[in-house]
């Protein structure tokens, strides 16, 4: 996947995650508590259906949307943007940084530790 994803778009797409297919109708409910218009609503699900990342069915005069992209893809790709925006790729420094900030739990940590153990 090479579109990115804008942070709007990934709340209508974690709705659909939880459950789909779904209506535009129904995605406009679910969402009510952002207190965007339907149009709105129906705006992202346009752009995620150019970006190739949800697909839809029409039923009578019903859409119905469903992703086509697994939540850990946008979730990885994502993370390997922010590692080169922000640590110019440098894994290390990542890492670095959250554990001298004190910023992993001890086990987070342990996590760490035991996923790096399992790759060697």
Known sequence: MTNRVSDSEKI?????WQESPLSSQD???RLS???WT???VKTFLNRLVKKDILA?????????????????EILSEESDGFLKRVFQGDMKALLATFVENKQLSS?????LKDLLDEEQ
């Open 12 to 16: 209508v797409l974690e709705i659909l």
């Open 27 to 29: 995605v406009v409910q």
């Open 33 to 35: 508590a952002h207190d």
């Open 38 to 40: 339907e149009k709105t």
């Open 56 to 72: 839809f069915r029409k039923e009578g005069r019903r859409y119905f949307y469903s992703p086509k992209v697994e939540r850990s």
């Open 107 to 111: 086990e987070e940590l342990k996590y």
